[in-house]
């Protein structure tokens, strides 16, 4: 949804002040998303840590189930 520069940003009700990776305290900038359910705010390098492993763990259940998830 954003990333946010400082801590006055558009999204203060829902940045979370704890990194959803890693558990650090967030500093600025930051990755912030807001999905159905809820709110995740990651530090930069964290970000990058859980996508990579989040495409890991789609390539291998394309794997497990011999189909593309997407084309
Ligand atoms: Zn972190």
Redesign the pocket.
Known sequence: MAYLRSIDHPYQGTAQPY??????T?NYPAIHRVGSTGAIT??S???V?LSIKIMADVNHMQNDTNRRIRM
Do not use: S, T, V
Not at 19 to 24: D, E, N, S
């Open positions: 990194c959803f990776y890693c558990g650090a967030i990651l530090h390098n964290c970000a840590d």
